[in-house]
């Protein structure tokens, strides 16, 4: 590893889901389950590169999640990913005991706002997202994040494949070479005031911007399988393009 990695501490939000199955062998079914996390090599990848990470997983954030802002900033970087906004706003206490609790993505957008790093990943339950059930379009994040987001399916499937491409010199970028194959992507467009940094076609791929004193990063794909095709997760720059993104993010 020949590039600067930054001495910070990210929490990492997101990608992880339930599967339940039900099997039907003639006559007979039976049901069976089990519980994946989509970022491993994604967080093995930053936590070899020195940087301090605290992974909640997406069902953990409805009772796990910080209620106050300054437990926030004792992080340089939020990472929100592949999971929706339900998740943020309907903390247990609050869709089943009716208890008044904070609205965690306005804790976000605070903590933005006053100096810290925020990134969101695509995939099915980011930005609008699928069916926009991951709806940040109504929420507090729709403020900070450097993309307009879609009101309705933001998704665009790309079983063909396609490369995106470097359309803006930036550290987060630069010495990174052609870029994978990818699968899919979240449709955004990027806000007048913030920099896209690669694009397919028309549509904004990697988006970095600024709200007040803070930092933030759209990424319009996955960070894993599907979107993320497995040549990205083999890609020489994985590592780096995290790490480079990150290091821009920090305050």
Not at 113 to 139: D, H, P, Q, R, V
């Amino acid at each position: 590893m020949d590039y600067e990695v930054k001495a910070m501490k990210v929490l990492f939000l997101g990608e992880s889901w339930v599967i339940h199955m039900i099997h039907t062998k003639g006559y007979d079914s039976f049901t069976s389950t089990k519980y994946e996390e989509g970022a491993t090599f994604l967080l093995e990848c930053i936590r070899n590169a020195d940087i301090e990470v605290d992974y909640m997983p997406g069902h953990e954030v409805q009772v796990r999640f910080p209620n106050k802002l300054d437990v926030l900033k004792k992080y340089d970087v939020i990472v929100i990913s592949d999971v929706g906004a339900n998740t943020f706003l309907l903390p247990n206490q609050t869709f089943y005991q009716m208890e008044i609790a904070p609205n965690s993505l306005e804790l976000i957008r605070q903590y933005v706002e006053e100096g810290g790093g925020l990134l969101m990943i695509g995939g099915y339950l980011s930005f609008t997202g699928i069916e926009a059930k991951a709806n940040y379009k109504n929420s507090p994040l729709a403020e900070v994040l450097p993309v307009e987001l879609s009101d309705f399916d933001d998704r665009v499937e790309t079983p063909q494949g396609f490369r995106p491409e470097v359309v803006q010199s930036h550290s987060v970028v630069d010495g990174l070479g052609s870029w994978p194959t990818f699968l899919g992507y979240n449709r955004l467009t990027t806000k007048p005031d913030a920099e896209e940094l690669v694009s397919y076609g028309q549509d904004p791929f990697l988006v970095v911007g600024q709200y007040k004193k803070g930092k933030t990063a759209a990424f319009a794909s996955d960070c894993a399988p599907h979107w993320g095709s497995l040549e990205f997760m083999n890609w020489e720059h994985y590592q780096q393009l995290w790490v480079n993104i990150l290091n821009y993010l920090k305050p």
